[in-house]
């Protein structure tokens, strides 16, 4: 037995955020960089502390390391067609090697065991190949024990215990394991991490053919769920990819979606907007049943939606907190974890999210939204949810003239945000529009007039004669991307004029008032909002595709933005990761910033291909 440090080290330098694809069994999800090193996982559930972090600490965070040795060879990363199985590819002079990483499914009701499989197998020639697991248990703050076990090894901290299954034999080390084995062609090892400590694993070591069966099942479900895709358009197999990213993304046992699977990565290189993304964001959330349902997947939605009814029967009255842990429960407080480095030296490391505690009045709009489109694509809703729906619009109609931190989350004080008054537009009248559907009974003349005093006071006090467009605030200058939603939510027409002219300023570069570089979006110009978070930060991808849409919707009116959208849009694709996915922003030099893969991005991805696809039409 060694006590172990829970140090761990990946060369002192953390694997940049694009080199990494995702696994998961919508339970967690695991990052593997392209060079074979699992860096990041929370386990058991997406919230839950890390147990490997070298993401955020190379030196002390933990990882799980395979790959050849020496370890300087060609590498090639990518999805198994149409599943969530990811494959690192090593070439070497001396042969070709695979390492395929996944956590299995299945959709034969087969009961499975939780847990990480990774095998490595040579195609061609013979490979040495190194294996180190480090595991960091409760972000690298709780000491463990390594046992070497027949069969594997047990790792025993004070709040988890994990037991890695192999036939190859483990070398105990001070942080964990490691194994140095030799494989010829055909020949393959297998290595399983599962939650739980045992006396010997003998039982749970994978053979060639037992491994061979749980990746056939892993790759049958992940085809079986995509082909309920009914999009048939250009882009469709990154509009896919976007889609598996989503289902990763989606916890089932509750029915939440996550807003990111990881936590604290940077918005800006070294800098401090670090945030905690693993929870639940209404508004998040809500986005993403629109883009399942955009493309046919309604179970998605509906569990949702159940999972939606259950935190409005649980708040009663009061307002909706804008963020849930995955049960439902208040997110944790945020935390600053001084021990760890952070990504590329970014500090302070959060775990947790004070942004709960603020106060977002456009999340009504959003889930409105959601419950108003699954009411109609995917199950009707029930009379009881309607009860509760019904109180949260009163309450909108009481505080929508509130100021609030809006959508951004600012840190800088509340504000009357152009978009949140937006967004309690949209609740309001998605409600309307839901009484009338269904003939619910509601407080219509009282959301009738509360809906057309919003709007006058949007094109009153959000709209700025001086720069002719929607501007961020009341009584500011200040752009705000999130305003190219007017048109997306019906607001306004695209076409009308006070649309198209905000659709031109905010086209402009930076330099010139604007908030797009080389078709790229900033969400705002940080020097021009009181944000109160001090720093930098890139494009905002997200943004990038609303620009899209807006474009799109426009070109009825102007066709010359049609063909300026859809190169927008293919530009945009080129931003993507080797295997198809996105983080939050684009740095100033191309890379991966913020959380990885951000759900926001890859939904709004979907929607803008939809949109455009459709407007496109057959003319290719």
């Known amino acids: 037995m060694v006590m172990g440090s829970s140090m761990g080290s990946v ?19 695991a990052l593997v960089g392209n060079e074979g090193t699992l860096d990041w996982m929370c386990f058991p559930h997406f919230d839950s502390p ?50 395929v990483d996944f956590m299995p499914m299945s959709r034969h009701g087969r009961k499975l065991e939780r847990e990480v499989l990774r095998r490595v197998r040579v195609v061609r020639g013979q490979l040495r190949f190194m294996m180190e697991c480090y595991p960091a248990f409760n972000y690298a703050r709780d000491p463990h024990e ?17 037991t890695l299954a192999s036939s190859v034999p483990l070398r105990r080390e ?36 037992s491994a061979e069966a749980v990746f056939r099942d892993t790759v049958d479900y992940w085809r079986h769920w995509l082909s309920g895709c009914n999009y048939t358009g250009r882009w469709r197999e990154t509009v896919q990819r976007s889609a598996l990213a989503l289902k990763l993304l989606t916890y089932e046992p509750s029915g939440a979606i996550v807003a990111a699977p990881t936590c604290s990565l940077p918005e800006s290189p070294g800098g401090t907007r670090n945030w905690d993304y693993r929870f639940c964001w209404l508004r998040d959330a809500a986005f993403t ?42 997110v944790p407080d945020e935390v600053e974890l001084a021990h760890l480095s952070g990504y590329g030296g970014a500090r302070p490391v959060r775990i947790g999210n004070a942004a709960a505690d ?12 959601s419950v108003y489109l699954s009411n109609k694509y995917a199950a009707p809703i029930s009379y009881d949810f309607w009860r509760h729906l019904r109180r949260q619009v009163d309450w909108v109609c009481n505080h929508w003239n509130q100021p609030d931190e809006g959508i951004w989350e600012v840190r800088g004080g509340r504000r009357h945000f152009v978009y949140s008054k937006l967004m309690c537009w949209v609740a309001v009248d998605r409600a309307i529009r839901l009484a009338d559907k269904r003939s619910f009974p509601a407080d219509r003349p009282k959301w009738l007039a509360v809906r057309d005093t919003i709007f006058e006071d949007i094109m009153t006090q959000g709209w700025s004669q001086k720069r002719q467009s929607f501007i961020q605030a009341y009584e500011g200058e200040a752009l705000d991307a999130a305003n190219l939603l007017m048109p997306l939510v019906f607001f306004l027409s695209p076409v009308d004029p006070r649309m198209l002219s905000t659709l031109d300023m905010m086209r402009r570069p930076p330099s010139q008032g604007g908030l797009v570089s080389d078709g790229l979006v900033f969400r705002y110009d940080v020097d021009k909002t009181l944000d109160g978070i001090a720093g ?21 009116a102007r066709p010359d933005l049609l063909e300026e959208a859809r190169l927008t849009f293919e530009r945009m694709l080129g931003y993507a990761n080797h295997v198809g996915l996105y983080a939050e922003q684009t740095g100033m030099s191309g890379e991966a910033l913020g959380n990885f ?4 991005t890859h939904l709004a991805l979907i929607s803008a291909a939809y949109n455009l696809d459709r407007t496109l039409g057959g003319r290719d």
């Open 11 to 29: 060369a002192g330098r953390s694997v940049p955020i694009e080199d990494h694809g995702i696994i998961g069994d919508l339970r967690t999800v």
């Open 50 to 99: 890390s147990v490997f972090g070298a993401l955020l600490d190379p030196d002390r965070g933990g990882h799980w390391r395979i790959c050849p040795e020496p370890d300087q060879v060609m590498k090639k990363q990518f999805y198994w067609p149409d599943t969530n199985v990811l494959v690192t590819r090593f070439y070497t002079p001396d042969g070709v090697g695979e390492l």
């Open 146 to 162: 390594t046992h070497v076990i027949h069969g594997g090894a047990a790792f025993k901290s004070r709040t988890l215990e994990l």
């Open 174 to 209: 001070e942080r964990g394991v490691s194994a140095r084995f030799t494989l010829h062609e055909n020949q393959s090892a297998v290595f399983t991490l599962r939650q739980g400590a045992r006396l010997s694993c003998q039982d749970l070591v994978h053979s060639h053919e």
């Open 289 to 330: 049943v629109y883009a399942f349902l955009r493309i046919g997947f309604k179970d998605e939605a509906a569990a949702f939606m159940r999972w939606v009814e259950a935190r409005c029967v649980e708040q009663g009255d009061g307002p909706l907190p804008l963020m849930f842990s995955l049960d439902g429960s208040r």
């Open 358 to 369: 603020q106060l977002q009045l456009d999340i009504y709009g959003e889930l409105m939204d």
């Open 536 to 556: 930098s930060e890139g494009t905002f991808n997200l943004c990038s595709f609303w620009l899209v849409e807006a474009m799109t919707r426009a070109s009825v």
């Open 597 to 600: 893969p951000q759900a926001l």
